[in-house]
């Protein structure tokens, strides 16, 4: 399946057999060879044609792509932006107090392994810690989640960080400082760079620079909480207040742009 399924993928893409044997660093004769079945490519090539296709390996290896109709291609290149836009089913579960008012549910850093899976149990949820911020908004659903390490430097190891639920990840813009659940990275505090429309995806950034950006599919993304405010038991930096902690961030993650930009060109 997999030959006629690289067939399928290069005839949707527009692109001649010599185009993608470029594209990849190989040649015409090796790459005819994979569409033809004559050969099979080893990881590193499903790998390639999964980055260069837009596809994951699980989809490459099991979607019989060859006897697609333009409605099930029109579905499956679409699926991402339903994902991404909230428009499916997406589950939050949340508590509320006896005044029926919802709470701030706090994910401690001994919950956090326990939410990634738990996240919309009740059983799961109900048993957290919560706290009540009279000055957010009684519209919008906050949960406080506790970060360890110094990726996100200045912000202290042990910090909570208050994040509002963003039910549209396409109105994100590039350079917010978010709260993002992934299935495969538990539960990270990254600066989101918004790529849906290059990559169906994003790029999340550290403020420390030490450590490397990675990138994120829709599909791999559970939740995302759009950071509102810090609660810390010491200040990142003697009078920095919340709103000068995320220009700090953004700050720091305009030089990791830089220095990313000038690799991808080197």
């Not at 015409?28 to 790998?47: H, K, M």
């Not at 009279?134 to 506790?146: I, T």
Request: with cysteine; aromatic share 10%.
């Amino acid at each position: 399946m997999i030959g006629q399924n690289l067939k399928a993928l290069r005839k949707r893409k527009g692109k001649s057999q010599e185009e993608v044997a470029s594209a990849l660093g190989t040649n015409r004769s090796t790459y005819s060879g994979y569409e033809n079945s004559v050969a099979s490519p080893g990881i590193e090539g499903l790998i390639a044609f999964s980055n260069f296709y837009d596809v994951s390996i699980d989809e490459l290896l099991k979607t019989d792509f060859s006897s697609f109709s333009d409605t099930e291609w029109f579905q499956f290149e679409g699926a991402w932006k339903k994902e991404a836009k909230g428009t499916t089913l997406r589950v939050l579960t949340a508590l509320v107090d006896a005044q029926n008012s919802e709470v701030v549910e706090m994910i401690p850093q001994k919950a956090r392994a326990g939410y990634t899976s738990g996240y919309s149990d009740v059983s799961f949820i109900k048993n957290l810690p919560v706290m009540q911020l009279p000055f957010l908004s009684k519209e919008k659903k906050y949960r406080a989640f506790q970060i360890e390490g110094d990726s996100m430097f200045p912000v202290p190891s042990g910090s909570y960080i208050v994040g509002e639920f963003i039910q549209d990840w396409t109105l994100i813009k590039s350079g917010t400082a978010c709260i993002v659940l992934t299935k495969n990275d538990g539960i990270v505090f990254k600066i989101l760079h918004n790529e849906l429309n290059e990559n169906k995806g994003f790029l999340l950034v550290s403020s420390n620079p030490i450590f490397e950006p990675f990138q994120v599919r829709v599909e791999d993304v559970i939740e995302i909480w759009k950071f509102v405010t810090l609660i810390a038991s010491e200040l990142p930096e003697a009078g920095l207040d919340s709103g000068d902690l995320v220009t700090g961030i953004k700050n720091i993650q305009k030089d990791v742009r830089v220095i990313l930009n000038k690799l991808s060109k080197a």
